[in-house]
């Protein structure tokens, strides 16, 4: 009996064995080293809890928070920690498992629904950011049109990310490319290899839609935000030395009166006369405060208290944004730029297409990240939330 569950088990472990062979040799799969599983595994149970445990995090903190979600930019940045939470529930534990394993464990079903999934929601997330860059715009540089950022239209706008994330990977379901494994074996994704005109052409349109044209939308937009601010803080400056000229010559008109005062007395001249030209010192003396304070007034227009803590708010989000979107183009450049290689090249090494993916999967671990060391009402409000002895006041503005 013993022996006969030996046999079984043997038959199990072959058929198991022969079918992954089948696979490296349908899909010129070329296998990592156990050691280099391994350590993929590891990296991926790394950035799989951090990304997990911060973006739910960052979804409960903003459900508990009334105050969080009455911004319309903070609702973009609900639906990029839902999408970021997406490819780590989709995407991390299938290739994980499969690492450990040292083959892929899911099957041809398993691997078309994780490519799909995990390019779905990478997607969503490059177009929410691409969104968040057009607020931040609106925001900052043109700020007369920010009325028209209100939730109504922010709900359509994270639909529309939505949808044109599914429009963008779907075709690979329907026959124009299609879902496959990567080099390494253990992960799935577009076949960038099939040399067929209508894969190439799917490949070199969602270079465009998907990467190109997303980062030149948002290189634009912060661009024109950094030169609004250089610009306002240049006016800014300028302004603020003319009021410190106007000063000075108050000051020297003031010194005058006395040193006129002291003359007019030592040569005796008569006090009618005397007060005459002090009156008339005394109006040009008045006329130059008022002057002053238009002038100081002035600067006010170009920020006055509230604005000026406005824009002051709105600048430390825009850079938040702007380090978000920084990051997000260098985790994800190295894996366009392979996946592209790879439609002239089929001999890339191995490690060479790896490590690009491997860099890509930590995108959704990096948002949370960077939200905790960037942004102290983000750690006020986790602290408020989750550690219930810690009353942690909440600024206004986030």
Not at 308 to 331: Q, Y
Not at 367 to 374: A, G, K
Request: glycine share 4%; with cysteine.
């Amino acid at each position: 009996m013993s022996a006969m569950g030996n046999d079984v088990d043997h038959n199990i472990s072959s058929t198991a064995l022969d079918e992954w062979e089948q696979l490296i040799i349908r899909y010129n799969i070329r296998p990592l080293s156990s050691a280099g599983y391994i350590g993929c595994a590891v990296y991926l149970v790394i950035i799989g809890v951090i990304a997990t445990v911060g973006n739910l995090t960052t979804l409960i903190m903003f459900s508990r928070n009334k105050k969080l979600r009455n911004k319309p930019h903070n609702m973009l940045l609900i639906n990029l920690a839902a999408s970021d939470l997406g490819i780590s529930v989709f995407g991390y534990p299938l290739t994980t498992s499969s690492c450990f394993a040292q083959r892929y464990l899911w099957g041809m079903v398993g691997c078309k629904v994780q490519g799909f999934a995990t390019f779905f929601f990478a997607m969503a997330d490059m177009y929410t950011l691409t969104m968040v860059s057009v607020y931040r715009w609106v925001a900052v540089c043109v700020p007369e049109y920010n009325y028209i950022l209100n939730f109504s239209l922010t709900m359509k706008v994270i639909l529309g990310t939505w949808v044109a994330a599914f429009l963008t990977t779907a075709p690979p379901l329907v026959g124009m490319s299609e879902y496959t494994f990567e080099p390494f074996g253990t992960s799935c994704t577009i076949d960038w290899d099939d040399p067929s005109p209508l894969n190439v052409f799917y490949v070199y349109l969602l270079v465009f839609v998907a990467y190109v044209l997303p980062v030149a939308v948002m290189c634009y937009c912060y661009y024109k935000v950094r030169v609004f601010v250089a610009v306002m803080c240049y006016c800014y400056y300028k302004v603020r030395v003319s009021v410190a000229v106007m000063c000075y010559c108050y000051y020297k008109v003031r010194v005058s009166v006395a040193v006129m005062c002291y003359c007019y007395y030592k040569v005796r001249v008569s006090v009618a006369v005397m007060c005459y030209c002090y009156y008339k010192v005394v109006i040009r003396s008045n006329q130059l405060v008022r002057a002053m304070k238009m002038a100081q007034r002035k600067t006010m227009t170009l920020g006055e208290a509230e604005d000026a803590n406005i824009t002051l708010a709105e600048n430390k989000v825009t850079w938040i944004s702007l380090i978000m979107v920084t990051v997000f183009v260098i985790i994800w450049s190295p894996y366009t730029f392979v996946c592209v290689w790879a439609i002239y090249d089929k001999d890339i090494p191995v490690w060479l297409n790896t490590l690009p993916t491997m860099c890509a999967k930590a995108s959704c671990m990096l948002n949370p990240v960077i939200f905790y060391l960037t942004n102290p009402v983000f750690r006020n409000t986790f602290m408020a939330t989750f550690c219930r002895n810690k009353v942690t006041p909440l600024p206004k503005n986030m």
